[in-house]
C-alpha cells in the first residue's frame, strides 16, 4: 500500500542515522499526507515557541496586548544558550514585537521568556487547549528549575501531528483571522536556522518555520512553497540523539533533510 510505502521510505532514511523520526507531512494542495511515528511524545526544543508566537498574536488581536507593549530587559532577566539579548547592557526597552522576532527568527531564550513572563506559562497552555491538541505543553521558562514534566522533555512537549495542527491553524486558519495569521507568518519568514529543511529546497522556494534543538532532538515545523504554488506543511523530528554533534552535520538535521527531499519529490 502507499501508506506502507512511506513507512519503508522512512523507515530506510531512519536505519541510516541516529535517533528516530517523528513525521506528519501534508501537501494543501493534494490533501496527500505523510505520517511516521507521528503520535509518539516528543521534546520540542525551541519548538514550542510557536505556540507562544501564536498566543502573543492573538492577545494583541483581541486588544490585551499592543506589538507596541514594552518590554524591560533586566540583568535578572538574562539566560544562556541561543540569542544577542544576554550581551545587551540593561536596562534595555524594547516592544512585544521586537522581543517575538527574536524568539522566533533567531531563538532567543532571554526574549523567550520575556514573552512568557508577559503571557503566563498556563494562559500559553489553555491557548493550546483551543486546537484540540493534548500533547502539546510549555514546561517551564528557559534555562529554569525542572518540574515533573521537563525532567523528561526539557522546555516543552509535541507530537508531530499536534504541530501539523497548529501549521494548519496559521496557514488554513479557522479559528483565528488573517491579520493574527499574517503577523504570525511574517515572523516564521523570517527563520535564520535554515539547516533542516530548507536545506534541500530549490533556489527560490519559500521557507518559513520554527526549528528547535537541544542534545536529544532536532525539529523543524514549517511551510514550504514551490516556484510553481505548490505549498507543504512540514512537521518533522528527529528524537533521541546522543552524539553530542551542535554543526550543520548533525544526523538529526540530515535525516530531516532528506525526510523532507523524499517527500517533495513524491508530489
Wanted: aromatic share 8%; hydrophobic share 40%; charged share 25%.
Amino acid at each position: 500500500s502507499i501508506k506502507l510505502e512511506y513507512i519503508n521510505m522512512f523507515e530506510d532514511i531512519e536505519s541510516r542515522y541516529e535517533g528516530n523520526l517523528h513525521i506528519h507531512a501534508l501537501s494543501l494542495q493534494s490533501g496527500k499526507e505523510w505520517k511516521y511515528r507521528e503520535a509518539d511524545v516528543v521534546a520540542t526544543a525551541s519548538t514550542i515557541k510557536l505556540p507562544i508566537l501564536m498566543h502573543a498574536a492573538k492577545c494583541v488581536e483581541d486588544g490585551y496586548l499592543s506589538w507596541d507593549t514594552e518590554v524591560t530587559l533586566t540583568d535578572s532577566d538574562k539566560v544562556g544558550g541561543m540569542g544577542v539579548l544576554q550581551n545587551f547592557k540593561t536596562p534595555h526597552r524594547m516592544t512585544l514585537h521586537d522581543a517575538c522576532y527574536l524568539m522566533t527568527a533567531i531563538s532567543d531564550n532571554t526574549a523567550t521568556n520575556l514573552v512568557i513572563d508577559i503571557l503566563g506559562v498556563e494562559n500559553i497552555n489553555q491557548f493550546i487547549r483551543v486546537f484540540n491538541i493534548n500533547e502539546t505543553r510549555l514546561n517551564r521558562k528557559a534555562f529554569s528549575p525542572d518540574n515533573e514534566q521537563s525532567r523528561v522533555y526539557g522546555l516543552g512537549q509535541t507530537t508531530a501531528t499536534n504541530m501539523l495542527k497548529l501549521l494548519k491553524a496559521i496557514y488554513r486558519p479557522e479559528y483565528l483571522s488573517k491579520d493574527v495569521t499574517s503577523d504570525i507568518q511574517w515572523m516564521l519568514s523570517k527563520q535564520t536556522d535554515l539547516v533542516g529543511i530548507p536545506r534541500v529546497l530549490p533556489n527560490g522556494w519559500v521557507y518559513a518555520g520554527k526549528t528547535g534543538r537541544v542534545l536529544d532532538v532536532r525539529g523543524d515545523v514549517g511551510y514550504v512553497k514551490s516556484l510553481d504554488g505548490r505549498e507543504w506543511l512540514l512537521s518533522m523530528f528527529s528524537y533521541g540523539l546522543t552524539s553530542p554533534n551542535w554543526t550543520i552535520e548533525n544526523e538529526g538535521l540530515l535525516a530531516i533533510a532528506e525526510a523532507t527531499r523524499r517527500i517533495l519529490e513524491l508530489e
